[in-house]
């Protein structure tokens, strides 16, 4: 229980991300996709748009895997992998999107029925449990093709280059100090 308390509002703040943004566009394929990263907006709490998703575009991953010095066999693997990845992950989130749909549809009604509210937030609380075990099940999928050394590499390079695509206020290499001085959210 403790573990879901801490996982959902994460991806409560990830679908936030996704909400606000336009349809992506790339070539066919699927070949980019948010990439649900647990720092959330940066901006949350203020007025305005929010930033744009992290975009994990598989080209790049295969320039990476090939700067790294992977066969390309495998590179075909991982990127199939990551893509059939995308593909679920867009269908679910489109799914969550009709949940929420309904639930908004329901509370515009002048007496909004809660036994079809609490169905549509489970129905959505099982969606994005299953993005989990697809995100988890992608990385392990991914691991298995590589040797520990090559995986090693891969998450450095991709860890900084998240960390790169993070807003400057939520870097964690960030001194205290600075976070102090930022004035508080406007209300």
Excluded at 167 to 175: A, Q, T, V, Y
Aim: proline share 11%.
């Amino acid at each position: 229980m403790m573990r879901c308390k801490k996982i959902l509002p994460v991806m409560l703040l990830c679908l936030g991300i996704s909400y606000a943004q336009p349809p992506m566009k790339g070539p066919p394929g699927g070949n980019k996709s948010p990439v649900i990263a647990p720092f959330g907006p940066p901006q949350m709490d203020q007025k305005g748009p929010m930033p744009p998703p992290m975009i994990m575009d598989v080209a790049e991953l295969e320039a990476t895997l090939t700067k790294i010095g992977i066969a390309q066999n495998k590179i075909d693997k991982i990127a199939e992998i990551t893509r059939k990845f995308i593909s679920g992950f867009n269908k679910n989130i489109i799914a969550i999107q009709r949940k929420e749909l309904d639930i908004k549809e329901e509370l515009f009604k002048e007496k909004p029925d809660l036994k079809k509210i609490r169905k549509s937030i489970s129905e959505k609380t099982e969606l994005f449990s299953e993005i989990e075990f697809a995100q988890i099940k992608r990385d392990l999928d991914i691991k298995s093709q590589l040797t520990p050394d090559e995986y090693d590499k891969l998450k450095s390079i991709t860890m900084k280059k998240f960390k790169e695509m993070m807003p400057e206020s939520m870097r964690k290499d960030r001194p205290h100090g600075d976070r102090e001085k930022q004035p508080p959210p406007a209300k």
